[in-house]
């Protein structure tokens, strides 16, 4: 247990960075750049993610499970790498050369954009981080992430000044993904050594990589290509709106991912060790840890939306405000569908639900898009994600609910959905009675904060909740150290 908080203390760090930093970046480039530049980038970006998706297939999920339960047998563990790296390796040349021509010969507009994506493409064939995530070393995925990004942001302020440095942005973005997966080669002798494998050895990764690839290109398509059918069936500013709204919603969510990462490796293990009760009890502290934190995450940022939008963005991005409402409700069925997938349906390859659940809520968001995005542009959008996340939830939920009583759990911490829900209202209130501000946002922030976290805490003792004595725990401990 130990180990496993750890690793969520370090990804938490880089997810605190991640917050940090687009508080910094976020305002500046769509101040400098404007909604339509920040659109060409969005869009470019999100088709170049899907030739990167494409080539990467399952090899994400399938790499870490893999490397995970394997990771005890040096042996296995050097062949497996090898053969699911050389995999990679053929689908990502293919994947880059593509890239190019389409580039080149297939893009009506905004050629040199698409181009200087190339290097974007091209780290998906350097991206290795299932090895390490596999190997539980987040340490140090997190140092290289930490740095790489820091480096980023200064070439950010330096170099991107105005519009027609739209270019400029493009390449420092994705050039900074190419190098972030090159650092970590200087580490992979450290844990592995390649071994020459034999056709059959790579080409038997093919079936569980596709089938847990279907769920990847089916979850993209209400995650990226939301953006590309705005930017086709609308215009290139409501991509901006919709991406930058979708930019704020993914800040804190990285809490979340940060738990699954962390937690995917460690069930896998426990499952090939057989120590199934000690899973099922994680899971239970992981429903309930993350019911309390998407409730802060998603009731905070509908309650700050209106005020948040126009301060942090500037003007012109103001109907990102109702996008970022609408796109808070999904923050619980992401949450509550994380937990699943990565603690019990991926860890005991019970792919299969995995993959038919993702493939309806692709289906459902496509349907939904086509329907309201022609009268309803990024709204329509936001909408389609809804309901999109709320179907592969509930699918996963039902699918479990046998072995796994995720309803049970949420229901026993729903008046922390309650004390959210009135966290809210006082942020809301609290904006229209001060007016737009910087000084209106770190007041709602804080008074918000301070009452879900007074109410909730009361709720815990109340309950007598196995969190409340981990908290008590956790505070006594501190109190030695520092009387020590």
């Known amino acids: 247990m130990e180990s496993v908080k750890k690793n969520f203390i370090y990804n938490t760090i880089y997810q605190i960075l991640l917050v940090i930093l687009p508080l910094i970046t976020a305002p500046y480039i769509s101040r400098t750049l404007g909604a339509n530049a920040v659109g060409v980038y969005s869009y470019t970006n999100s088709v170049a993610y899907y030739f990167i998706l494409i080539a990467m297939l399952g090899i994400s999920n399938y790499g870490n499970r893999t490397i995970a339960s394997v990771r005890d047998d040096k042996e296995k563990l050097n062949e497996k790498f090898s053969s699911i790296y050389s995999l990679q390796f053929i689908l990502f040349i293919i994947a880059i ?12 507009e905004n050629n040199m954009i698409f181009l200087l994506q190339t290097f974007y493409v091209a780290s998906g064939l350097l991206d290795i981080s299932w090895l390490f995530f596999g190997l539980e070393q987040f340490k140090l995925t997190v140092f290289r992430n930490v740095v790489i990004k820091i480096l980023t942001v200064i070439s950010m302020f330096i170099f991107v000044k105005d519009i027609s440095d739209l270019w400029i942005y493009t390449l420092i973005m994705s050039l900074g993904t190419f190098i972030s997966q090159l650092y970590l080669w200087f580490y992979v002798k450290k ?38 059918m705005l930017g086709n069936i609308s215009n290139y500013s409501e991509v901006g709106y919709y991406n930058n709204a979708e930019k704020i919603i993914n800040i804190p969510m990285g809490i979340i991912t940060a738990l699954g990462t962390v937690m995917l490796p460690r069930m896998s293990n426990m499952v090939a060790n057989g120590k199934n009760d000690k899973s099922k009890q994680y899971i239970s502290l992981s429903v309930k840890l993350v019911t309390i934190i998407s409730s802060a995450i998603a009731f905070g940022l509908m309650g700050i939306s209106n005020v948040f939008t126009p301060v942090f963005f500037g003007e012109g991005f103001e109907p ?8 808070s409700i999904t923050v619980f069925f992401i949450s509550w569908a994380n937990v699943i997938r990565t603690q019990y349906l991926m860890p005991n390859n019970y792919d299969k639900i995995y993959v038919i659940s993702t493939v309806v809520g692709g289906i459902v968001n496509l349907i939904i898009n086509l329907l309201l995005i022609p009268k309803y542009a990024a709204v329509g959008a936001a909408i389609g994600t809804i309901f999109a996340e709320f179907s592969v939830m509930i699918m996963q939920v039902f699918a479990v609910r046998k072995e796994i009583p995720v309803l049970k759990y949420i229901f026993e911490y729903m008046p922390v959905l309650i004390i959210g829900f009135c966290m809210m209202f006082i942020v809301n209130w609290l904006g229209t009675l001060i007016g737009d501000s ?10 918000g904060g301070l009452f879900f976290l007074i109410c909730t805490l009361a709720f815990l003792a109340i309950k007598k909740d196995e969190f409340w004595r981990m908290s008590k725990n956790m505070f006594q401990k501190m109190l030695k150290i520092k009387v020590n």
């Open 97 to 108: 050369i593509s890239y190019v021509v389409y580039s080149l010969f297939i893009a009506s």
């Open 320 to 327: 990102s405000a109702k996008i970022i409402y609408l796109l």
């Open 438 to 447: 910087i000084v209106t946002i770190v007041v709602q922030i804080l008074v």
């Open 191 to 228: 844990f592995v050594t390649f071994k020459k494998v034999s056709f059959r050895n790579i080409t038997e990764n093919i079936k569980p990589i596709i089938i847990l690839f279907i769920p990847v290109i089916a979850y993209s398509i209400y995650k990226v290509m939301d953006k590309i």
